[in-house]
């Protein structure tokens, strides 16, 4: 399986999606996961006071010929905080990025249904992408509750 | 999906060139889509049933960074395309003897081409050039940007075992030329592009299929008249709706017509609509194709052109499947579809209009799709047109797939 690498770019976007969704004030210590879909750059994060606030991952799945690249955030319950779209290769279908779909998933805990056309809404015309970037949500969650000790 | 093929690929790589590509490394990716059908014309003029891969279509892609890739589509309908040589005897009779007997004076045979009905083409073939996260440009042999289904036709994106009626006789699907298009995302939700193709060919517009035939693929396309081409969609939460258009000549210089860029003029304007909302999914096209030279068309070319045409059509479908199975993720969708094209709705003054050009299609039936890209199709289809005669039903069944 083929494991996930940052190059400075996605690096620094992860960076800046981290303040964003943990807030200024956190701190990400970053971490290698190794998942049975392959390793993936991840990080837990501490807010100001120490205690742990959450984890976050980055994931690559397949888009229509390119691989889109998102990274999952969980609170420290283990449900999803946050999904932010790193990096989109393709000129179109890029829709998965938009606010409003990827507000669906927050909240979302491991073994949640994550089915297009049913809990998450599809995009027409941007199938393919909406199916994988579920599919990368559903995979993470898992492996971060795992990362931050939830059984 | 085309990830793992891409490993493959890259593993393949490895093996045939030793170190020379890391797994991963390689960004080339393979894809495709393929449909086959059984058509049986249970009433109506066509008495033969068929069966037969429609189309089997590749694409190959490949990222060179970030921002710059290529992308391809070939194509190979109706399985086989070859050309073969038939020898037909023929007698050359000289004279004619006294008792009326003819005397054969020469023998031979000539040899004819007889051509399958299969066809290769290379339906899409670009460069695309990103130039930030939200626009860019890509120029080759390009989709012209008008309708759902003509960027969007792969099997599992529509219902049916054939593409509607619309998107064949009245937006000439596949419809491509070479030409250049950028295109951007100005605001969230909003997605433009727009650009310039080379055109469509006046010669063989008119009739049922409207402007089917005037498309030139880009094979030596004659690049006489530029054509401009735009199309906006808007994103919403449980739909996206779209407007496209297409405005060109068609005269490929020929001064009869004229040989202005914009002589022998048509203009295209269509808009869509796709809605899901629980498993319910409502979709609608709909235009007009305006031909204001249509009775020069007609004077110099002589294929009965309209001058405005109409078309357009509803379709709804329900995924039955999680009323049954709750955990399911597969999807059963009976869905209905209503079509009506007109390609004689005003002619010039000198073509006859033929009601024959105006027809009525309803087409309803099943979709199973064990996955996303999986579908199984069978639908019953009722074609008819305004003279009452020549209707045609069809029952057909059908699979297909993409990857």
Known sequence: ?151 | MRSLLRSRLATILLTASGAAFAEGESKTTLGGYAEAEYVNPVAGPFAKSHADVHRLVLFVAHGFDDKLSFHSELEVEHVLTELSKKSTTVTTIDKVSANGDSVKTKSGSVLTDVSSPGYVAVEQAFVDYRLGTTAGFRTGLLLVPVGIVNETHEPNTYHGVHRPLYANSFIPTTWRDLGIIAYGNPVEGLHLKGGVMAGLSGSKIGGASGLRSGRQKGGKSNAENLSLVARAEYTLPFAKLGLGSWFGGTSGGDTAIGDGNFDGSVLVVAGDVRAEYQGLFVRAEGGVIELPDAEKLQAVHKKNPGERMVGGYVEVAYDVLPLLLPETEQALLPFVRYEKIDTHFEVPSNVVGNPANSQTQIVAGLTWKPHSQVSFKADYTWLRNETGIGGVDLLKLGVGCSF
């Not at chain 1, 970053?30 to 976050?56: D, Y």
């Open chain 1, 1 to 151: 399986m083929a494991d996930v690498a940052l190059d400075a770019r996605i690096s620094e976007k992860a960076k800046l999606a981290l303040r964003r969704i943990f807030g200024a004030a956190s701190r990400a210590t970053p971490t290698l996961l190794e998942a049975k879909f392959g390793k993936r750059p991840s990080w837990t994060v501490r807010g100001e006071s120490g205690a742990i606030v959450g984890a976050a991952m980055v994931d690559e799945v397949p888009g229509k010929s390119e691989r889109i690249t998102i990274l999952v955030a969980s609170g420290p319950d283990g449900r999803l905080k946050d999904l932010e779209v790193l990096a989109y290769r393709e000129s179109y279908g890029g829709e998965v990025a938009q606010e409003a779909w990827r507000a669906q998933f927050r909240g979302k805990k491991p073994g949640d249904p994550l089915r297009v056309g049913r809990q998450i809404r599809n995009i027409s015309g941007a199938t393919i992408s909406t199916n994988s970037v579920s599919a990368g949500v559903s995979r993470s969650l898992p492996v971060l509750a795992g990362l931050l000790g939830i059984p």
